[in-house]
């Protein structure tokens, strides 16, 4: 049979590992699929360097509507990346009656209702294991693999940048720009870094997996959004007195009022696999009440790793294109017309417990008036640390670790220990998550 046809929009970090493993093992993958799978077809801005990647045997153009538009293309590839002109390929691409895969999560998070409808609609198939977690198949495991659950709370380190900033902070003492220019050089970062560092990147990826997981619309303009920049090196040094790590999490839970959908620094307990994950890797744990807890490991981010996702795309469209539409997967593991309209949240509904630091007057009843704050807002707490001043210190750090609470009574609390004038700086709050 003659191979399946693919054109590439975009031959960069994962458009080149795409190209370079798909040659590398084309037996392999054409005896999985069932007939060849080849890249005929390129576009991308800087010709010459495509060119000098897929050698003299491949069209390469600077004008993606060029493959779009050749009638021997089966499957567009989209990895250019971003919500413009990307955006404006894949719907053509779909309009065109291709089908298409692409890595692109802010895409999806953001305009993916339009562009599965558009699908849908035309009885294509958009396929995008790559565009979260990297190489992990975790939207073939949530999509497919878990189909039988009712799944309860996924949580997962899903920026391979952020957490190699944080591994190699505490790890090697290193500041924080050095490390992200590490990450950048080694093709993990986004092409606008602060996506990666302000926890966008994770929000959009965090966005797909609660779709999948819940069976509703992705809706990333309704997450809670927090990134790494405001983390202190000392709070990482205490959560790890404590036993703890702190991570970047992407959270989505079920609860009777809604879905919490949320990234930001979160203590996590040293003991657990995922807080151990470290360096670029990436790991999701999802907890669904027939299985239990499930754990997913592996690179989340990089050339080769993400090719391996893109190529898995590849085969599922070269073995299912001629299925009856109906009969496909669907996009979000729901059939299109069974979504659920459950809402997502706002971060002050949200349950969860805290580490708070205070900077306060090293005197007598500090401890006392803080913990009746508390105590009035019903917030228990789990554990207290008070560092000793140091000689000649008139003030020390009191760290305090709660219970679980509501989101909007924890609020109410800082913003009153705020006002005692014994606090004497803002008090630092990170979320704690004991994933069990
Ligand atoms: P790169 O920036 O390395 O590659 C993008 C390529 O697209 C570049 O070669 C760029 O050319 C080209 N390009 C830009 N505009 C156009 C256009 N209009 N027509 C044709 N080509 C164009 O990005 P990545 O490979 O890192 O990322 C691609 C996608 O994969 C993104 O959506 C990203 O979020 C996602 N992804 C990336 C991962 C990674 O580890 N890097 C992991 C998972 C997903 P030029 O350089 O000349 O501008
Ligand atoms: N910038 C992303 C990351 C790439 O660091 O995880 C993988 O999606």
Redesign the pocket.
Same mark, same amino acid.
């Given at each position: 049979m003659k191979p399946i046809q693919v054109g590439l /929009? &975009? %031959? *960069?970090?994962? =458009?080149?590992g795409t190209f370079e493993v798909l040659q590398r093992n084309q037996e392999e993958i054409k005896r999985r699929a069932g007939r060849g799978i080849e890249v005929t077809m390129v576009? @991308? #801005? @800087?010709v010459a360097? +495509?060119k000098s990647i897929v050698g003299p045997n491949v069209q390469v153009v600077? @004008?993606?509507r060029k493959v779009i538009a050749n009638p021997d293309i089966d499957i567009v590839v989209? /990895? %250019? &990346? *971003?919500y413009g %002109?990307?955006k404006q390929?894949v719907l053509e691409a779909i309009a065109a009656g291709k089908h298409v895969v692409?890595?692109?999560? !802010? #895409?999806l998070a953001v305009h993916g209702t339009e562009i599965f409808a558009a699908a849908h609609q035309k009885g294509v198939m958009v396929a995008f294991e790559?565009?979260v977690a =990297?190489g992990i198949p975790i939207i073939k495991a949530l999509r497919e693999g878990l189909t039988a659950n009712r799944i309860q709370w996924l949580a997962g380190i899903i920026n &391979?940048t952020t957490n190699f900033i944080l591994s190699e902070m505490r790890d090697k003492g290193l500041a924080f720009d050095d490390v992200l220019k590490q990450a950048q050089a080694l *093709?993990?970062?986004? +092409?606008d870094p602060t996506f990666d560092i302000e926890g966008v @990147?994770a929000a959009h990826k965090a966005t797909i997996m609660s779709a999948i997981a819940f069976g509703v619309p992705v809706q990333f303009d309704k997450a809670y959004v927090e990134g790494i920049t405001k983390l202190e090196s000392q709070d990482i040094k205490y959560a790890d007195q404590l036993g703890y790590r702190i991570k970047l999490l992407g959270i989505s839970k079920r609860t009777a009022a809604g879905i919490e959908l949320r990234v930001h620094p979160c203590l996590v307990p040293a003991k657990r696999l995922i807080a151990n994950v470290e360096g670029a890797m990436n790991a999701v744990m999802v907890q669904a009440d027939a299985v239990g807890t499930t754990l997913y490991y592996g690179k &989340? !981010? =990089?050339?080769e790793?993400?090719a391996s !996702?893109v190529i898995a795309d590849l085969v599922d469209i070269t073995r299912l294109h001629t299925a009856d539409p109906l009969n496909r997967v669907p996009h979000l593991a729901f059939q299109p017309d069974a979504m659920s309209s459950l809402p997502i949240l706002p971060m002050d509904q949200i349950v969860t417990s805290y580490y708070l630091r205070l900077r306060v007057a090293d005197q007598a009843g500090v401890l006392a008036k803080v913990t009746g704050i508390l105590a009035h807002a019903d917030i228990s707490i789990d554990a207290v640390l008070q560092r000793e001043a140091g000689e000649g210190e008139s003030h020390t750090d009191l760290i305090i670790l709660t219970h679980d609470c509501v989101e909007a009574k924890m609020n109410q609390a800082i913003a009153e220990m705020q006002q005692l004038s014994t606090v004497l700086a803002p008090i630092t709050r990170i979320r704690k998550e004991e994933l069990n």
């Open positions: /929009l &975009g %031959i *960069g970090t994962v =458009g080149s576009a @991308d #801005l @800087d360097r +495509a600077d @004008d993606a989209e /990895l %250019i &990346g *971003g %002109i990307a390929l692409t890595a692109n999560k !802010a #895409l790559a565009a =990297g &391979g *093709g993990y970062a986004e +092409a @990147d &989340g !981010a =990089g050339s790793p993400t !996702a």
